[in-house]
């Protein structure tokens, strides 16, 4: 009798302990908290003046997942980040600006990044920026950084999705300047964009 309750009282430690680590894995660790951080960049008006300003244009898509690029993060020794940018491999159709050999396999940084903590995923990103969605055709304005890569300049408005398959394009704090450089872009770039 003794040794029934035992094993009874065992039995159920033990799943209390397993429910509890599955509730911690699928509700907090794998959960994703998004965290926007301002930024200081150089921002664009105006189609005119964001084309001008960008050393590469290119129509095209990424190649992965956003959970399946590679990020590149810096910390200091006390976890404070410096900096957290995905590198995005893209699938280049047109180059309508700057030299077509700089657009095979081109990697785009995106200000944006996902890494993982104790507490969950953390999705963090300059000034509200969303990734490139896999999958979705995209006019992605780019700028030749110090390290010599690309990457996305004008944050949210220095890319355009085309297709209307990123519902996630148009939001943020500027998606009225981004909806007004989308009309000129449109109008003034058309047979560029064809």
């Not at 664009?44 to 244009?57: I, M, R």
């Not at 898509?61 to 910390?75: A, G, M, N």
């Not at 996630?168 to 064809?194: A, C």
Request: net charge neutral; glycine share 8%; charged share 25%.
């Amino acid at each position: 009798m003794l040794l029934k309750k035992k094993s009874t009282i065992i039995s159920l430690v033990l799943t209390l302990i397993l429910a509890a680590a599955a509730y911690y894995y699928f509700a907090i660790y794998n959960s994703v908290r998004d965290i926007s951080l301002p930024a200081t960049y150089k921002g664009f008006s105006t189609a005119q003046a964001l084309f001008a300003g960008a050393d590469l244009v290119v129509v095209g898509s990424p190649i992965k997942d956003f959970e399946d690029r590679e990020v590149i993060l810096k910390e200091h020794s006390r976890g404070i980040i410096e900096y957290i940018v995905t590198s995005t491999e893209i699938n280049v159709e047109k180059v309508l600006k700057g030299p077509k050999e700089d657009a095979v396999n081109l990697k785009v940084i995106e200000p944006i990044g996902l890494r993982q903590t104790y507490r969950g995923k953390e999705r963090i990103a300059s000034d509200g920026y969303t990734a490139l969605k896999k999958g979705s055709q995209y006019v992605i304005f780019l700028g030749n950084n110090t390290f010599g890569q690309y990457s996305v300049i004008n944050m949210q408005a220095g890319k355009f999705n085309f297709d209307g398959t990123d519902p996630d394009d148009l939001s943020g704090e500027e998606s009225f300047n981004k909806q007004r450089i989308f009309t000129e872009l449109t109008t003034d770039f058309s047979q560029e964009l064809k």
